[in-house]
């Protein structure tokens, strides 16, 4: 299954619909292919989606909202999708609609799901239900240009939500009924709730080249379980092992760096073999610039991500956006009235110019702090010390 398209509706902090193509919107040439995963004919999806914008801009919103929308695919219940979160502000009578549009098998997909609130539950985390949904598909013959994906107006109806259906659960997706049918599935790791918590959770013996990548000290590091027992070895060249029994030990030993990395991109050589989703808040955080930059064009390079795997990372550091050779996998976050993402490629016609600077110059508005903002803090800051 390859996600072509994520609609977001109704959200009580979006400005307007939030729209998130993993199509190419701009002209795929053919250097352009070594970076892009052909989906059918000639459509091809970005295998990096990356979000910018600065403090309280929404990136972080926008990620849960695409994390839940993947899990919602994923047959897990509403209730129990951890970014469920990103519904908490929506009101009682108040409804979300999510639109998943993606491919699988020769045929093109359209999921319409409504969500609100249940006005009735007692209980904090089952208030969500799922009020209408609905699943149309179309054979790729019928799609003859990259609008044309989206336009499902004479397309087959294969899934109807009947409320009557005593078998499905108010909060689980008809996609159950779709992907045991199909056994289609979506692998997703979900790393925006560890944003705040840097902490090894991966288990497994480490490869030891990405140990050497990140540091190149350590001899050899393996994490294992046994019921309730964690048995931790810890070797750096030249010394004795250590053993520990809980990954936060790991703290007194590596640095903040090494443990994300080693999260990451154990993460990410999953999702390479699974041709799964990668979701990563603020990927700068404990990592220098060419760690994150070496994570971006792993994804990019089709020998290595030979599945079409996609990482979507939120960032404030304008440089990594220097890492695209093109503008239509980069969103610009603001939060005017409401948080709304645009693609860069709407905004710059040019794949030449340096995105970084474009950036950094406010070209693009709203993409720095304003100077005002920034005088009036200062003349803050001078009347504090006065005081």
């Known amino acids: 299954m390859k996600i072509l398209r994520l609609q977001v509706e109704g959200h009580p902090n979006l400005k307007d619909a939030l729209s998130i193509d993993f199509v190419a919107q701009q002209r795929v ?27 309280a801009s929404g990136k972080t919103t926008i990620l849960k909202a695409i994390s839940f929308a993947l899990s919602l695919l994923r047959n897990e219940p509403l209730n129990g999708i951890p970014s469920r979160e990103v519904l908490d502000g929506l009101a009682e009578g108040e409804k979300a609609l999510f639109t998943t549009y993606f491919y699988h098998d020769k045929s093109v997909y359209k999921l319409r799901t409504e969500i609100c609130k249940r006005a009735d539950s007692a209980v904090e985390n089952e208030q969500l239900i799922i009020t209408d949904e609905t699943l149309w598909s179309k054979h790729i013959n019928r799609v003859k240009t990259k609008k044309s994906i ?20 108010d909060d689980m997706s008809i996609m ?34 990405i140990l050497a990548f990140l540091d190149s000290s350590i001899e050899y590091l393996s994490f294992e379980k046994d019921g309730k027992e964690i048995e931790i070895r810890l070797k750096f060249m030249g010394k004795d092992e250590i053993l520990l029994n809980h990954p936060i030990e790991l703290n007194k030993y590596l640095s903040s760096g090494t443990i994300k990395g080693i999260s990451v991109f154990m993460r990410a050589v999953f999702v390479f073999c699974e041709s799964g989703y990668l979701v990563v808040d603020e990927l700068e955080n404990h990592f220098n610039k060419e760690i994150a930059a070496t994570l971006i064009r792993l994804f990019m390079d089709r020998k290595v991500n030979k599945n079409g795997a996609v990482l979507i990372f939120s960032t404030h550091y304008s440089e990594l956006l220097d890492q695209f050779d ?62």
Do not use: W
């Open 29 to 55: 040439d053919a250097d352009d292919t070594q970076q892009l995963c052909n989906v059918f004919s000639n459509i091809y999806t970005n295998q990096v989606i990356s979000f910018i914008g600065i403090n």
């Open 150 to 169: 989206y336009d499902f107006k004479e397309s087959d109806l294969d899934i109807k939500r009947d409320r009557n259906e005593q078998f499905l659960p």
């Open 176 to 209: 159950i009924a779709f992907n045991k049918k199909l056994g289609t599935k979506v692998s997703l790791c979900d790393m925006a709730r560890l944003t705040d918590y840097n902490m090894l959770d991966v288990l497994g013996h480490y490869p030891k080249e």
């Open 326 to 387: 093109r503008n239509d996998s980069i969103y610009i976050v603001k939060n005017r009235d409401g948080i709304c993402a645009t693609n860069l490629s709407e905004l710059l016609k040019r794949n030449d110019m340096k995105k970084s600077e474009v950036y950094d110059s406010d070209y693009l508005d709203g993409t720095v702090p304003t100077y005002e903002s920034y005088i009036a803090m200062k003349k803050a800051l001078m009347t504090m010390e006065e005081d």
